[in-house]
C-alpha cells in the first residue's frame, strides 16, 4: 500500500532521538521520538503552536534542539549548517530574492559553490524545464502568480540535491482552488525525485491527500505518527480522532460491566457499548475513564419515538440541533446525546427521503465492529492512577 | 492602507483641495519669482518689473571674482556633498543592521544620533570649531566641514534604514543560508541589493541635505566657502539679480539629484513588482 | 572566521557612533568647557569661571531675545500645525489613490531637498514694496499703498518660518496618520459621528506621536535660527542664536558658549515637555 515501501531502500531517512526544545521559559517541542524512512511523503500535522515547525527547522539546521539527537540516514547532524546535512528547505512566503531573475534564483545555490556563471545558469535552466517553468527563465519573482512561485521555490530547492526537503506550510498561502491543484505536484515531484518530503501544515485534507505518513501533534508531542488512512480510521487517542474530524468520540467512566457490554457515563447520559475483545475480566475496571470512537458516516438515524426512549446497546438519543447540508451528504449535529456532540453525516438521499427538522428527537445506531477503543492521553491518566486498555482497533 | 469609501465627494474635500492647492502655490509660488527674476534683463533691478529677457546675470554669475568665487564654492561643495553621500550611506546601511538585533548601549547610541539631529546646527558647528581650534588643528571643508554635516545626515539616514529594515523579511536571509551562502555572500547577495531603493534614499539625504547645509559648515569650512556660504554672503550685500540666477543654478542640481534617485527608486520597484501579462492564480502554464 | 552575533553587532554601530562621538559628543562638551572659560578682549583663557553665565543671565537684553525667540517659536509652531495638519488629513483622509497620495506627497518635500537660504530669499521679491504681492493688490484695488509691513518684519520672518519648516509637521502626522486603521472613522461614522467630533475624538489622538515629533522639530529649528531671522526682518530684530553668531564672529568663544549652553537647556527642557505629553519612542523606532 506505501509506495516507499516497495522502492530499495532509499537515502533520506530520519530519525529524532529524544529531541527536546525549550525556547527560554517554553518548552515547544517535548522528548520526541519518530522514524521516517528515506523515501517517504511525511506530514506534520497539528494546530499552531504543537511543535511541528520547530521540528522542521531543527531537521533543516535554523535551531538546534536543547536536548536529543537529529539523525539523517543514520549520523546525527545536530551542529551542522544546513547546507552540511543535505537539506533544502521551502519556505511558508517561498522566499524567492526579488532582485533575482528565476533563474539566477534556482541558480543560488550553485553560485555559492562557485560553479561559473555560464554553466550554472544552464544548469538552473535544465532544472527550470523540469518543472515545467523554462519559459519564465528571466521573469521575476514578483512577476509570477503563486503556484508558479512554489515552482521555482521548489526547483531552487532541489538543485541542491538534498536528500530531505523540508516544506513549511507550503500551500497555506495559496487560494482554495489553486492549493488542490499545487497538491497534486508536490505529490508528482516527490514521486519522479525519489527523496523524502516532510511536509507541515494544519489541513487534515491536505495531510491524509498526500502523506505516506502522518504525524499529528499536539503541545509539543506527537499524539500518533502512522499512515494517513490509519490515522484517519484508527485514531490512537481521543485527541487525533477530533483533529482529523470524521470521528464521533464516546468518553466518560464505567459504571457498570455486563457480559460482554460496558456501561459509561458521559456528560449526563448513560450509553452502553460492546466491550473490546482484549478486555479481561478486571481491566478496565468500574470507575476507569473510557473512550471509544465512531466514525460520523457509520452511523444511521431514526426517528426516535420519543425524547426519553431506551437506546440499547451501541445506540445514543438525543435531538437534532444542525442541519448543514454539504452536496453529497447532510452533516446532522445531535445534542443530549453523550458528553461532548455527536454527528451523524447522512447520505443526500436517505435524508431527503424523511427530512428531519431542527429539535426532532433521533436515534443513532451504529455496529460493533464499528467500535475503535481510544487510548487515553498520558496527560489524562484516569484518576485513580489505573491505565486504559490500549486496544488499536477491535 | 484602507481607503474611504468611494462615492460622492464630501464637501470637505473640495474645501480641503482648495486649501491643499493654496498650500503648494506658497511653497512653490516665490521660488519660481525668483527663477524667473534671474532671467532678468541687464539693465533690470531685484524685483519686478522684468526689464527685458537675457542669461546676463548666469553669465556675471560665472565670469568673475565680482561675484565671487563661484566655481571654487560650487566644486567643494559638490565635492564634500558626494562624500558624505558615500559616508552616510555606509555607516548607515550598516548601523540599520546593527540595530536589528539588542545590544548593550543600543539605546544610547540611538538618542545620541536623535540629539544630534534637533541640536541646533549653529551649536554644533561652534562646538567643532572650538574642537579643532583647542587641538590646534586647522578647520577645512573637507575635515572638519565634513564631520559636521555627517552629524546632521546621519540621523536622518539611521532613520530611514529603519524604516526599511523593519519591513525586512528575514526569510531572504535563512533561504539564502539555507542555500548554503556564507554570512558574506548573504550580506552582497542579497541584503544589499535588495535594500538599495532605501540606500537610495539615504543617498538623497546624504547629497541634498550636505549639499544646502549651512549653519554648521559655517563655522567649519576652514577658509574656503562652500556654495550656501557663498550665497550667504551675497545676500548681506544683494546688489543684483546674480543671486536669483545663482538660486536658479542651484536649485537645478538640487533637482537633478532628486529626479535621479526617486526615478531610479521608481524603476526598480516597478520592474520588481509588476505583472506581467494576465496573471490569474487560476491559469497554470502547460 | 566565526564573529559572535554580539560582536558584529558593535563592529557595525562603531563608525556611527565613532562619528558622532567626536563631531557632536566631544563639541558638546568643549562647548561646555568654554563656557567656563574667561575672555579677556582677545583670548579665551581656560579657567573655571561662571561670570559668563551670570553676564548672559544678569542681562535684561538675554530676557528680551528669549521672550522674542519664544514668540516666534510659539507662533510658527501653532501655524504650521494647523497648515500641516491640514495638508496631512486631507492626503490621507480625502485622497483615495495611492500614487496620486505618493505624488502629492512628494510634491510637498521636494522643496525640502532644496537650499533653505534661496527659498528664504524667495520671499524677498515677493513682499517688497515693489513685489509681486504689493504689485498684485494695488493693480486689483485693495490698496493704494504697497503695504510695508509684508517685508523686513516679524510678519516676514514667521511667513518664511513657516514656509521652510511646515514640511516638518506634515511627514511625521501623515505618517502617523497613514496607520490609523480606516475601519474605525466608518465604525464612528456608523454610529452617527459628525466630520469634527472624528477629527477630535479619532484622528487627533491617534496622531498625537506625529504631532509631537513634528513640534520637536519646528520648535528647535526656529530655537536655533540665527539667519533667518535676520535676513527676513532686514537686522532689525534678533534672535538668541543670532546674538550667539556675533559673538562667534567677534571670537568671543566663551560668551558665546555659555549663551549655546543655556540655549542647550531651555531647548531640553522644551522638548522633554513635549515627551511628557507624548512618548515617541515607539513612532520613531519604527
Given amino acids: 500500500m506505501n509506495p516507499a515501501d516497495q522502492r530499495p531502500a532509499a537515502r533520506g531517512s530520519i530519525e529524532l532521538a529524544g529531541v527536546t526544545k525549550r525556547f527560554g521559559e517554553t518548552i515547544a517541542v517535548r522528548n520526541i521520538d519518530l522514524k521516517i524512512p528515506g523515501g517517504c511523503y511525511c506530514c506534520l500535522l497539528g494546530p499552531s503552536g504543537c511543535g511541528k515547525t520547530t521540528i522542521l527547522r531543527m531537521i533543516a539546521g535554523h535551531e538546534s534542539p536543547t536536548e536529543g539527537a537529529v539523525l539523517i540516514d543514520g549520523e546525527n547532524v545536530v551542529g551542522k549548517l544546513p547546507v552540511e546535512r543535505g537539506t533544502a528547505m521551502m519556505f511558508q512566503s517561498y522566499a524567492l530574492f526579488p532582485h533575482l531573475s528565476c533563474t539566477d534564483n534556482v541558480a543560488f545555490n550553485l553560485k555559492t559553490r562557485g560553479v561559473e556563471k555560464t554553466e550554472r545558469r544552464a544548469r538552473a535552466r535544465d532544472m527550470l524545464d523540469r518543472v515545467r517553468m523554462k519559459s519564465f527563465a528571466d521573469r521575476l519573482p514578483a512577476q509570477l502568480s503563486g503556484g508558479q512561485q512554489q515552482r521555482i521555490a521548489l526547483a531552487r530547492s532541489l538543485i541542491t540535491n538534498p536528500r530531505v526537503l523540508l516544506l513549511d506550510e507550503p500551500l497555506s498561502a495559496l487560494d482554495e482552488f489553486l492549493r488542490l491543484q499545487m497538491r497534486g505536484e508536490l505529490r508528482n515531484i516527490q514521486a519522479e525525485f525519489g527523496i523524502t518530503f516532510i511536509h507541515v501544515t494544519h489541513t487534515q485534507m491536505e495531510a491524509i491527500a498526500l502523506a505516506d505518513m502522518v504525524v499529528v501533534m499536539d503541545q509539543g508531542q506527537i499524539e500518533q505518527a502512522a499512515s494517513a488512512r490509519d490515522v484517519y480510521d484508527r485514531p490512537r487517542t481521543g485527541y487525533v480522532a477530533h483533529f482529523m474530524g470524521g470521528q464521533n468520540v464516546l468518553a466518560g467512566t464505567i459504571t457498570s460491566r455486563q457480559s460482554g457490554n460496558f456501561t459509561i457515563a458521559s456528560g449526563n447520559k448513560k450509553i452502553d457499548i460492546t466491550a473490546p475483545r482484549s478486555a479481561t475480566a478486571s481491566s478496565p475496571a468500574v470507575g476507569d475513564q473510557f473512550e471509544v470512537a465512531v466514525r460520523r458516516d457509520r452511523v444511521r438515524l431514526t426517528r426516535a419515538p420519543s425524547q426519553a426512549a431506551d437506546a440499547g446497546v451501541n445506540a445514543v438519543t438525543g435531538r437534532v440541533s444542525g442541519i448543514e447540508y454539504q452536496g453529497t451528504w447532510l452533516k446532522i449535529s445531535i445534542e443530549d446525546a453523550c458528553g461532548e456532540g455527536f454527528v451523524a453525516n447522512v447520505p443526500d438521499d436517505q435524508f431527503f427521503a424523511d427530512p428531519l427538522k431542527m429539535g426532532d428527537p433521533v436515534i443513532a445506531r451504529w455496529d460493533a465492529d464499528e467500535l475503535h477503543y481510544l487510548v487515553a492521553r498520558p496527560g489524562r491518566a484516569a484518576a485513580n492512577g489505573s491505565t486504559v486498555v490500549a486496544a488499536a482497533g477491535s | ?286 | 572566521m566565526k564573529v559572535s552575533p554580539a560582536l558584529t553587532s558593535y563592529l557595525q554601530i562603531g563608525p556611527l557612533l565613532l562619528v558622532l562621538l567626536l563631531f557632536f559628543g566631544i563639541p558638546l562638551l568643549v562647548v561646555i568647557a568654554y563656557s567656563f572659560f574667561q575672555f579677556d578682549g582677545i583670548d579665551s583663557v581656560p579657567a573655571f569661571d561662571f561670570v559668563n553665565y551670570v553676564d548672559v543671565l544678569t542681562s535684561g537684553v538675554t530676557l528680551s531675545l528669549y521672550l522674542k525667540t519664544l514668540y516666534y517659536a510659539v507662533v510658527v509652531w501653532a501655524i504650521t500645525l494647523l497648515v500641516g495638519f491640514t495638508v496631512a488629513y486631507f492626503l490621507a483622509f480625502h485622497v483615495q489613490s495611492l500614487i496620486w497620495q505618493m505624488a502629492l506627497f512628494l510634491l510637498c518635500t521636494v522643496p525640502f531637498w532644496t537650499s533653505n537660504i534661496i527659498r528664504m530669499i524667495s520671499w524677498i521679491p515677493f513682499l517688497g514694496r515693489n513685489g509681486i504681492f504689493n504689485n498684485a493688490l494695488i493693480g486689483a484695488g485693495i490698496t493704494q499703498e504697497p503695504l510695508e509691513f509684508l517685508l523686513f518684519s516679524d510678519f516676514a520672518v514667521i511667513i518664511a518660518y513657516v514656509h521652510l519648516f511646515t514640511l516638518f509637521m506634515i511627514v511625521p502626522i501623515f505618517n502617523a496618520m497613514a496607520r490609523i486603521d480606516k475601519s474605525l472613522i466608518e465604525a464612528a461614522r456608523d454610529g452617527g459621528a459628525t466630520g469634527w467630533r472624528i477629527i477630535w475624538d479619532i484622528v487627533v489622538p491617534l496622531s498625537k506621536t506625529g504631532i509631537a515629533l513634528g513640534s520637536i522639530f519646528v520648535v528647535t529649528l526656529v530655537m536655533g535660527d540665527f539667519f533667518v531671522v535676520k535676513v527676513m526682518s532686514g537686522s532689525q530684530s534678533a534672535s538668541i542664536a543670532m546674538a550667539m553668531s556675533n559673538q562667534i564672529a567677534m571670537v568671543q568663544y566663551p560668551p558665546a558658549a555659555a549663551s549655546a549652553v543655556i540655549l542647550l537647556i531651555v531647548v531640553s527642557l522644551m522638548v522633554a515637555a513635549i515627551l511628557r505629553v507624548v512618548d515617541v519612542r515607539k513612532e520613531i523606532a519604527g
Avoid at chain 2, 460622492?8 to 511653497?27: D, E, N, Q, T
Fill in chain 2, 1 to 286: 492602507m484602507q481607503k474611504l469609501q468611494t462615492g460622492k465627494r464630501p464637501l470637505s474635500f473640495y474645501a480641503l483641495s482648495i486649501f491643499f492647492g493654496l498650500f503648494v502655490l506658497f511653497l512653490y509660488g516665490p521660488m519660481s519669482a525668483i527663477y524667473i527674476l534671474s532671467f532678468q534683463g541687464p539693465t533690470g533691478g531685484l524685483t519686478f518689473p522684468m526689464r527685458g529677457w537675457s542669461l546676463h546675470w548666469f553669465d556675471a554669475l560665472f565670469s568673475q571674482q565680482r561675484t565671487g568665487d563661484f566655481a571654487g564654492a560650487f566644486t567643494r561643495s559638490m565635492i564634500l556633498a558626494v562624500m558624505v553621500l558615500l559616508l552616510t550611506v555606509a555607516i548607515s546601511v550598516i548601523a540599520g543592521l546593527a540595530f536589528r538585533r539588542r545590544f548593550v548601549g543600543a539605546a544610547f547610541v540611538f538618542y545620541l544620533a536623535v540629539a544630534s539631529l534637533i541640536m541646533p546646527g549653529l551649536l554644533v558647528g561652534l562646538g567643532v570649531g572650538l574642537t579643532f581650534q583647542t587641538l590646534g588643528v586647522q578647520t577645512k571643508w573637507f575635515a572638519s566641514a565634513l564631520g559636521a554635516q555627517l552629524t546632521w545626515t546621519l540621523p536622518f539616514g539611521m532613520l530611514i534604514m529603519f524604516a526599511v529594515l523593519s519591513r525586512f523579511n528575514r526569510a531572504y536571509e535563512e533561504a539564502a543560508r539555507d542555500l548554503g551562502a556564507t554570512n558574506w555572500q548573504i550580506f552582497l547577495w542579497v541584503v544589499l541589493p535588495i535594500l538599495f531603493p532605501g540606500m537610495i534614499a539615504v543617498a538623497l539625504f546624504g547629497f541634498t541635505l550636505s549639499y544646502d547645509e549651512f549653519p554648521r559648515t559655517l563655522l567649519t569650512s576652514g577658509a574656503a566657502n562652500t556654495l550656501p556660504m557663498e550665497i550667504w554672503g551675497m545676500t548681506t550685500n544683494v546688489t543684483s539679480p546674480a543671486l536669483y540666477a545663482l538660486g536658479t543654478v542651484t536649485t537645478l542640481v538640487s533637482f537633478i539629484a532628486i529626479a535621479l534617485a526617486l526615478g531610479s527608486i521608481a524603476i526598480i520597484q516597478w520592474r520588481r513588482s509588476r505583472p506581467v501579462g494576465n496573471v490569474s492564480s487560476a491559469k497554470e502554464p502547460e
